[in-house]
């Protein structure tokens, strides 16, 4: 898994009683993996009801922007689920959990192949609108499977707990992912436009994530926002400017 759990050298003290009973808090109200898999499908239906309507009312430009939301949330839950669920269906479910996730690693192919194909179409053509058409298909299918036959096998198996480290890990790794393409870097993979994420080996994308800070790391910080006030004015007034 990606994330470790919060280091109980972290704390002593009050801040152990604090940072404890905030994290029990938290891990009570934390998604399942579950759940932060089926939210991510729900999206990507979401942005492709909002692209039909766009089509349908004759809207290229909103059509192109919805396409481009819908692209990018199927590449980004695509990585996050080959970093962190189907490694752990083939560590938990024997070669049950091999399987499931060998099929759904060709379906994600088949999608990534959709993807490219729609990098190099116009979002208003007859052909734009049939290659998105397949693979929603594709993808309902897919995301039936998981939501109806892997994560119902998963979830028992890595418990409750399990569960929220692993939604933790994929919210996680979906954040460093880009949302969309960087306008201003056409053309530099791997993460900065959509075929260079495809085309970025997973383990490549492991690797850049290793290069951030991990929960661990980013616990003290994250406690520190919640206090953080600066005042700009007594900043300036204090420098002299
Ligand atoms: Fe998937
Ligand atoms: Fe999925």
Redesign the pocket.
């Given at each position: 898994m990606l994330l470790r759990r919060t280091s109980t050298t972290l704390f002593s003290g009050h801040l152990l009683h604090t940072s404890s009973s905030q994290i029990a808090a938290s891990r009570r109200t934390m998604s399942t993996l579950f759940s932060s898999?089926k939210e991510?499908?729900e999206e990507m239906y979401e942005y492709h009801d909002q692209y039909t309507r766009a089509r349908e009312g004759g809207n290229v430009e909103a059509q192109a922007k919805w396409a481009r939301q819908l692209t990018w949330e199927v590449a980004r839950?695509a990585v996050a689920?080959e970093i962190v669920v189907y490694p752990l269906m083939e560590k938990h479910l024997g070669e049950k959990g091999k399987q499931l996730a060998d099929h759904d690693r060709e379906e994600h192919q088949a999608a990534k192949e959709h993807l490219h194909k729609l990098e190099g179409l116009h979002p208003g053509s007859a052909e734009f609108h049939s290659v998105i058409t397949q693979m929603m298909k594709a993808l309902h299918h897919h995301?039936d499977d998981?939501e109806i036959n892997d994560l119902p096998l998963l979830e028992p198996a890595i418990g409750e707990e399990g569960s929220k480290d692993a939604a933790r890990s994929f919210k996680r790794t979906k954040k460093l992912v880009p949302t969309r393409a960087h306008p201003s870097i056409p053309n530099k993979p791997p993460f900065e436009t959509l075929l260079g994420l495809l085309e970025a080996p997973i383990d490549k994308i492991k690797d850049a994530f290793a290069a951030f800070p991990n929960e661990e790391e980013m616990g003290e910080a994250k406690d520190e926002l919640k206090t953080r006030d600066h005042d700009a004015a007594a900043g300036r007034a204090a420098a002299g400017n």
């Amino acid at each position: 898994m990606l994330l470790r759990r919060t280091s109980t050298t972290l704390f002593s003290g009050h801040l152990l009683h604090t940072s404890s009973s905030q994290i029990a808090a938290s891990r009570r109200t934390m998604s399942t993996l579950f759940s932060s898999v089926k939210e991510d499908h729900e999206e990507m239906y979401e942005y492709h009801d909002q692209y039909t309507r766009a089509r349908e009312g004759g809207n290229v430009e909103a059509q192109a922007k919805w396409a481009r939301q819908l692209t990018w949330e199927v590449a980004r839950h695509a990585v996050a689920e080959e970093i962190v669920v189907y490694p752990l269906m083939e560590k938990h479910l024997g070669e049950k959990g091999k399987q499931l996730a060998d099929h759904d690693r060709e379906e994600h192919q088949a999608a990534k192949e959709h993807l490219h194909k729609l990098e190099g179409l116009h979002p208003g053509s007859a052909e734009f609108h049939s290659v998105i058409t397949q693979m929603m298909k594709a993808l309902h299918h897919h995301n039936d499977d998981e939501e109806i036959n892997d994560l119902p096998l998963l979830e028992p198996a890595i418990g409750e707990e399990g569960s929220k480290d692993a939604a933790r890990s994929f919210k996680r790794t979906k954040k460093l992912v880009p949302t969309r393409a960087h306008p201003s870097i056409p053309n530099k993979p791997p993460f900065e436009t959509l075929l260079g994420l495809l085309e970025a080996p997973i383990d490549k994308i492991k690797d850049a994530f290793a290069a951030f800070p991990n929960e661990e790391e980013m616990g003290e910080a994250k406690d520190e926002l919640k206090t953080r006030d600066h005042d700009a004015a007594a900043g300036r007034a204090a420098a002299g400017n």
